[in-house]
């Protein structure tokens, strides 16, 4: 018999069917190799991207770099403010929108990356969400990863997606407000409960992983700093390096069964109270009707289940 499970703070139910997908092993989908014969983000191609707005050099090259997406999903035009016309509301497209290539390498994957690397990428993130924050008219700054083409990305060449955003997103609103009851909040009391769970990933002295209550995603996995912070500029050097740690333990495990993922960060938008942490959420089901009418997902693996599977 199947179960149905209730997020941690947020009105959103998952409903559990084990045995609608196969096993781990069995998951590996088709390599795409029609690939472009230029790639835009391989070195020698500098010139093909907007300028450079930063970069990590490594014996006299590149090591890492970043810079405006050349197609952009916002732009610094217009005005940030939305305008209310009777029932309609609508605003310009303000914002930023920043590629961050995390390796010269075409075929390296974020989980083939060192951990200091990994780590090396967060601390830019970090300070592009600082520097991004400053700007008028901006209210939140979003980091993200599509890896896969299951998971939305366009390009094969391994790289992380900045967003500076105008107004913050609905989601993290309604995280950041269900997540705090008085002065209490609720995720210092889940971290607790999970790292002595049956669904705890990995576990030091800094962060904790885990495979989330009502996952919505088969082998979805959170990872929380472990004190109460709100954004990355609070993190110390070695909440950054174990939240890489972690955040390479997992990305690992789905490269072996070439599952695409996204991940992205959350933190606590102004005036909020948001624990800090990470979510990866791999695309192995296809969202269909159920998902899309109802806002409840059905997941056919137990979020137990996919613990075991990250600490094999």
Not at 32 to 43: M, N
Not at 260 to 272: A, D, L
Request: charged share 30%.
């Amino acid at each position: 018999m199947g179960t149905i499970r209730k997020d941690y703070i947020l009105d959103r139910w998952v409903y559990y069917a084990a045995g609608r997908v196969k096993r781990p092993r069995e998951l590996k989908s088709v390599v795409v190799k029609d690939e472009p014969k230029t790639c835009y983000f391989c070195p020698g191609s500098e010139h093909l991207t907007p300028p450079e707005i930063g970069r990590l050099e490594y014996k006299g090259s590149w090591k890492m770099r970043w810079f405006l997406n050349k197609f952009p999903a916002v732009e610094k035009k217009g005005n940030p403010k939305p305008r209310q016309r009777k029932l309609f509301l609508e605003g310009d497209s303000y914002g930023v929108h920043e590629v961050v290539v995390e390796t010269p390498h075409h075929k390296s994957q974020l989980a083939d990356l060192p951990v200091r690397q990994i780590r090396e990428l967060l601390e830019v993130c970090k300070v592009r969400i600082r520097e991004l924050s400053k700007a008028k008219g901006i209210k939140y700054v979003i980091v993200f990863k599509n890896h896969g083409k299951d998971a939305g990305t366009s390009l094969v060449h391994s790289h992380t997606q900045i967003m500076a955003l105008a107004q913050p997103p609905s989601l993290v609103m309604e995280e950041a407000k269900a997540s705090i009851k008085g002065r209490k909040c609720l995720y210092c009391g889940v971290i607790k409960a999970e790292a002595m769970s049956k669904r705890k990933i990995f576990e030091t002295k800094n962060v904790v992983a885990f495979a989330p209550f009502a996952s919505r995603f088969n082998y979805e996995a959170w990872i929380f700093v472990k004190s109460h912070k709100r954004a990355m500029e609070e993190l110390e050097e070695e909440e950054l390096r174990d939240l890489a740690l972690g955040l390479k333990k997992i990305l690992v495990k789905l490269k072996r069964i070439n599952a695409s993922y996204n991940f992205f960060i959350h933190y606590s938008p102004e005036k909020e109270n948001l624990h800090f942490h990470i979510e990866v959420t791999p695309r192995i089901a296809t969202w269909a009707g159920f998902e899309f009418s109802t806002n409840a997902a059905i997941n056919s693996v137990l979020p137990e289940d996919a613990a075991r599977f990250y600490r094999k």
